[in-house]
């Protein structure tokens, strides 16, 4: 069923795309009382989830 693609879940893949939606979003994340950040994405491994949430932390660190 489907076909393995390479590069597409790669680490450090959405650096980029991370840190502006931390940039641009960053302060309604401090205002929120309990900060939620849903990540559609789909992939064999986690990583660019996981990166985002941690870059999320960097300016709230509540962040969930």
């Known amino acids: 069923m489907g076909t393995v693609t390479r590069g597409t879940t790669n680490p450090n893949r959405l650096r980029r795309m ?4 931390a940039a641009a979003h960053g302060a309604e994340l401090r205002r929120a009382a309990d900060p939620v950040a849903v990540d559609l994405g789909y992939g064999a491994a986690p990583w660019t989830a996981v990166e985002l949430l941690h870059r999320l932390r960097t300016v709230a660190p509540h962040a969930r």
């Not at 991370?18 to 939606?21: G, L, P, V």
């Open 18 to 21: 991370d840190r502006w939606i």
